[in-house]
């Protein structure tokens, strides 16, 4: 049994056997450490450190019940000094002030996956460009040779790049997906240019999109 997949089972263990005194948040008195875990509160999420494949590096990840994870850390974020860390049941992980104002979450900067309530392209406002890019391999989360990303140039695109080659592309806007099941719509406005998915009302039926190293699923 890989070390990645050793992690994933024991996050689901720990999802089976703790559930009301689990914690989901952390302040800037706390620290997580290696084999620390922040349970979601409805249980859907896990964040701990784990070691991809064969990999001997340590990286901080979330996976989801069904051993998969969906977020790692190949990107920096913000720091600050009065906040608290949170990882919500949608799979975001945010650090907030105590007013509850957002200074960074992990759906601003996706890495591989895409989950319900997560948005891929511009952000006018924000400066922000989301996009998916894949793993360097299975053993390596840092960033690898595909990316998943919105070419605002003309009638703006999705595009799957290989490197700077594209290598597959949605049709042009109004982009309209080819499965309802999808649940996403395409904005083009002076805010923002670019997908944005829903979380389902049935959160039993929860479509996933995942760049991989190899191909797109």
Not at 205 to 213: D, I
Request: net charge neutral.
């Amino acid at each position: 049994m890989n070390a990645e997949r050793l992690f994933l089972y024991s996050l689901l263990l720990i999802l089976h056997f703790i559930s009301c005194a689990s914690k989901d948040s952390i302040n800037t008195t706390k620290i997580i450490r290696d084999g620390d875990v922040l349970i979601s509160k409805g249980n859907s999420f896990a964040l701990g450190f784990f070691s991809p494949g064969k990999s001997s590096n340590r990286y901080l990840g979330i996976c989801e019940q069904r051993n998969v994870s969906v977020w790692s850390t190949n990107v920096s974020g913000e720091e600050a000094d009065t906040s608290v860390a949170q990882l919500l049941d949608s799979g975001n992980f945010v650090v907030v002030q105590e007013s509850g104002n957002i200074l960074w979450q992990s759906f601003d900067s996706p890495t591989h996956y895409v989950l319900p309530g997560m948005k891929l392209g511009l952000d006018l406002k924000k400066g922000l460009d989301r996009f998916l890019s894949s793993w360097r391999s299975a053993d390596d989360p840092g960033i690898g040779d595909y990316s998943y990303r919105v070419n605002p140039s003309g009638s703006p695109q999705i595009f799957l790049y290989k490197g700077e080659k594209r290598v597959w592309r949605t049709s042009p806007w109004p982009w309209r997906p080819q499965r309802r099941s999808y649940n996403t719509k395409f904005v083009n406005d002076q805010d923002e240019i670019g997908m944005a998915t829903a979380i389902p009302a049935d959160d039993s039926v929860m479509t996933r999109l995942l760049v991989v190293h190899t191909v797109v699923f």
